[in-house]
């Protein structure tokens, strides 16, 4: 930033959001993505909606969701804000839940199935849930629980948030419960809008900004009934 700003050189970030400390720092600073909040309170209304609707979830019949929870990275804004409102949603819900465990696995789906088979070899069939920040590590857990000793009705509900590709494949399949759909095509549109309205002089009034810096694309839930309207 202080580079930019130095050189006179706009800024665009995506995806990964600033704190708004740092945004504020310079006028010609832009961010381009999603709502944290918005995708962990979908992930979190996916994952509530299987307990409310299918009563073997709860495998232990104590009414209560036992769950653990993959994180993106240390201190990641977006990763502290998914994990958080997800599963103050699933409370909201009226749902009683218990912590057996977390994990950080930086997105990665390697590290994710790691640390998975940990998380399983201390807590067995007892998890009934698994939030994880993304996809990637959502496709992870799914890959621990297939080398598990686990049989297929004793897998816990897994939810992720993205709509990759692996993850709308893992929805289809019923490996996975549901995702929440990241527009990455509006987001690229809305980066190439902002970039060329910058680059020629344009005004901004037409990208619809808040704040005069944030450029904001709505999240959906993808469920099994759904998932083929977003897979290529």
Do not use: C
Request: proline content about 2%; glycine content about 8%; charged content about 25%.
């Amino acid at each position: 930033i202080d580079l930019a700003e130095k050189n006179d050189i706009p800024v665009i970030f995506f995806n990964r959001e600033l704190v708004e400390e740092d945004l504020e720092r310079w006028d010609k600073l832009y961010y381009v993505g999603a709502k944290a909040f918005e995708s962990g309170m979908m992930e979190g209304q996916i994952a509530a909606a299987a307990f409310l609707q299918d009563p073997s979830v709860d495998r232990n019949q104590d009414g209560v969701y036992q769950y653990v929870v993959l994180e993106g990275e240390p201190g990641h804004q977006d990763a502290i804000v998914r994990t958080e409102y997800s599963v103050n949603t699933i409370v909201s819900s009226g749902i009683e839940v218990e912590k057996l465990g977390y994990a950080i696995a930086n997105w990665n789906r390697a590290q994710a199935q790691n640390k998975m088979t940990q998380l399983l070899s201390q807590n067995g069939n007892k998890i009934e849930l698994v939030i994880a920040n993304n996809d990637d590590m959502a496709v992870g857990a799914i890959d621990a629980l297939k080398a598990s000793d686990l049989s297929r009705e004793e897998w816990p509900v897994v939810v992720g948030i993205d709509g990759t590709d692996v993850g709308l494949a893992a929805v289809a399949s019923g490996e996975m419960v549901g995702t929440v759909y990241n527009d990455k095509e509006g987001q690229a549109q809305a980066m190439l809008d902002l970039a060329y309205a910058l680059s020629v002089g344009d005004t901004l009034d037409d990208l619809n900004l808040e704040n005069g810096k944030y450029i904001r694309l709505p999240s959906s839930k993808v469920g099994s009934r759904d998932v083929k309207n977003y897979m290529k």
